[in-house]
Antibody, heavy 115, light 110 residues
Framework: EVQLVESGGGLVQPGGSLRLSCAAS????????MHWVRQAPGKGLVWVSR????????RYADSVKGRFTISRDNANNTLYLQMNSLRAEDTAVYYC????????WGQGTLVTVSS | QSALTQPASVSGSPGQSITISCTGT?????????VSWYQQHPGKAPKLMIY???KRPSGVSNRFSGSKSGNTASLTISGLQADDEADYYC??????????FGTGTKVTVL
């Protein structure tokens, strides 16, 4: 069974940093692209970032480019999202999503940016 | 990277069919047959319902079907059931290994 479990969310002040993790199991993690998708409270889904299977290629939404970094550790089946210079508008549930097309989703971790 | 346009809400009675549209541009929906549709119940993670425009993952009811014409993709739910009441999002590959989601549609079963 495919499982994606996000962690690392919480309350952070504007300008602060946070690192999200996603532990993957039930599939060959190193064979899949992975994504981060976010959803602000009461709002829609927004694609944030993508990394290819070996970690050599990354892409970002314009809204996070230069502030967020996606990475992965295939030896430990873990996906990461390093978030710097956080803004109030980054407040959202962040989902870890497998594949192309995106198919399996984790349950998400809430990031709140507020003073 | 503008969001794909979906109607805010669509409703129907049990047993009826409804269709949700998803309008993009020639840079995303119109250029690739790579539109996916997701169902999201309140407080839950999204679930993949359709991929590559019209394909259903294993376990998804054949009451759900997808299609595309030009820059607009569509999701049709036939034989509407109470459990179909949820938010639905389209998502398209947008080139250069990026993706874009739709604005979302709330489906209400009357």
């Amino acid at each position: 069974e495919v499982q994606l479990v996000e962690s690392g969310g919480g309350l952070v002040q504007p300008g602060g940093s946070l690192r999200l993790s996603c532990a993957a199991s039930g599939f060959t993690f190193s064979s899949y692209w992975m994504h981060w998708v976010r959803q602000a409270p009461g709002k829609g889904l927004v694609w944030v970032s993508r990394i290819n299977s070996d970690g050599s290629s990354t892409r970002y939404a314009d809204s996070v480019k230069g502030r967020f970094t996606i990475s992965r550790d295939n030896a430990n089946n873990t996906l990461y999202l390093q978030m710097n210079s956080l803004r109030a508008e980054d407040t959202a549930v962040y989902y870890c999503v497998r594949g192309a097309p995106p198919d399996y989703w984790g349950q998400g971790t809430l990031v709140t940016v507020s003073s | 990277q503008s969001a794909l346009t979906q109607p805010a809400s669509v409703s129907g009675s049990p047993g009826q069919s409804i269709t949700i549209s998803c309008t993009g541009t020639s840079s995303d929906v119109g250029s690739y047959n790579l539109v996916s549709w997701y169902q999201q119940h309140p407080g839950k993670a999204p679930k993949l319902m359709i991929y590559e425009g019209s394909k259903r993952p294993s376990g998804v009811s054949n009451r759900f079907s997808g299609s595309k014409s030009g820059n607009t993709a569509s999701l049709t739910i036939s034989g509407l059931q109470a459990d179909d009441e949820a938010d639905y999002y389209c998502c398209s590959y947008a080139g250069s290994s990026t993706y874009v989601f739709g604005t979302g549609t709330k489906v209400t079963v009357l």
